[in-house]
């Protein structure tokens, strides 16, 4: 018996020098994405473009002539799970770079782990300020919540033919991506000569808001600011206008799901807008090509998180390029190097602090609840 | 300012009855057994999946999908009772055993419904189409819409029924007689197992029910929606004196109107917080419950 287990660990011994020697030909990449779990179609959208932009590049013959090999586990949105996830790739998959978590506060609990191996982390989606502070590993593909909460204050103000003048918040108190939007909306609300008039929370996994709405409907206000991801804000939206709160409901690009249609009821969805990456009815010829190969592949139009993931990818793989070989610490220096590149969501120039400079879309819905175009507002220069 | 106080108030009424309807269920099975069956609230979930199955895949109606979703709980827990709970009562195992195997279900149909249906929440259908009372509205300026009093009521008609079964009827009395003295029961003549049965598969039932009324009301499921209303079930059955019926109702609507006023008028971030310290107190004072009496204990 034990001269059989011992046969077992040499043979098991040999196959995984062997794998170990033959992985050391692919660019390990891991992504760190929740599959399912209360934003699954966030996930699964990010997880689309990932893996067809990983397979663009290797069908290309990959990146320094050697092809990327992805890692694929599910965090179910939750932030133990990412932090074990980022361990383990780290740990067991070795991975050169990690892709993902897809939110903020999920990036928030795997980003240190990555900041302490000096394991590049790029997540495609995070907007909250605080993920890239985290340190100098860690980078992002998409703008930050002071910008997108700007932009839909500012959209507030004066983007909808009149003016609003007073605004009402409903933030989720336990999630740092609900709370940061609010903060930056109220900021720039207040800046351009508006009154914010009632400031709401609730808790995550809430289903009821009819105490919160129902006094904000008693404040009146002109527009209502609901920073949440789309499984909450469909209820809220629903609920709201059930209480007959009527007036324009904005969000950020948490609202960005077909689920928040079902969820909140498409008529319900009329004079709702909020601020997101990307349109996939864009007319510039990178979101055309990117817009008919999703077809192509998936039979879907692609999201924002779909263009997102993707775009992360050719990020990455722009930086390992310029790295010139598969070395962590190279290609951090290199991402933090990245410049105008011309990507699907926008071009692409990292600032000091290592997020993006890119333009924001705002998007509306039409009587069917299909995202429609409103406007495209560009970062300030400064 | 009044509008809005009667607005909340009946805000609080609609989320209290859901409260009351889980309560309900918890309470009956702890003034029969003494066993806080904590798998409770995911039997509730359960209901709501199959009520949510039988109305998107079947395309059934609301009545033939309700009464599915309540047959489907029933049986579950019975097998429930049947395979985790009777054991240990047949073995007259401690108290705590019960209570922990029940936690433990309740863990296992949770991740059960995690593995099946996924952790991903579904919406659900819009059998019942919303209407909003314009006369009143115009009237009072209050919001009231049918979904409200759908809930409310069958909540309400669920008591009644519940209080005329354990009151009124044959296996009520045999209920009653298990709750008060099961050995003496027995001798007497009366089924104990059956009795057992019976009072989870009514429990079960109504656990269904507000399942089901629930995805209609908030139009969102998922696997772990009967965690926190399961909990506050059972918080509003202690409150109302656990064991007695229309006690789950008063301390479930308690606690709704608690929970609304206080993120009405104090502030939303301390809901859940102020809600459970006011029921503390009421805890402070009676002990037993509001309806409860301290040293008879009854169904």
Redesign the interface.
Known sequence: MKRVFLMLLVVSLIISGVTSVYGAETIKVGLITPLTGPIATFGQSVEKGVRMAVDEINAKGGVLGMKIELFVEDNQAKAEESANIARKFIEQNKVVAILGPVISSNTLAAAPIAQQSKVPLLSPTATNPRVTQVGNYIFRACFVDDFQGTVMARFARTGLGKRLNTAAILYEKTSDYSIGLAKYFKETFISLGGKIVAEESFSSGDQDFSAQLTKIKGKNPDVLYVPSYYDTAGLIIKQARELGINVPILGGDGFDSPQLAELAGKENLKNCYFSGHFFAGSKSPEVRTFVANYKKRYNAVPDMLAALGYDAVYMLADAIKRAGKVDRDAIRDALANTKNLKLVTGTITLDENRNPKKSAVIVGFDSNGNQVYKTTVNPPKK | ?IT?IF??II??I??GSIYALIALGYTMVYGILRLINFAHGDIYMVGAYAGYFAIASFKWGILPSFIFAMLICAMLGMSIERFAYRPLRLRNAPRIAALTTAIGVSFLLENLG?IFW????R?FP?IIP?K?YQGI?ERFGI?V?NRQLVIISVSIALMLLLQFIVNKTKIGMAMRAVSFDRETAWMMGVNIDYVISFTFAIGSMLAAAGGVL?GIY???I?P??GV?PGVKAFVAAVLGGIGIIPGAMVGGFILGIA???V??FIA??Y??AIAFAILIIILLVKPSGIFGTATREKV
Do not use: H, K, W
């Not at chain 2, 996924?118 to 929440?121: A, C, Q, V």
């Open positions: 300012m809005e607005q909340q805000n609080g609609a989320l995690i996924t952790p991903t929440p919406a819009q919303l909003i509205y919001i819409n629930v908030f139009n969102r998922d772990l929606m926190m929970e609304i006023l993120s009405a939303s971030s809901r859940d």
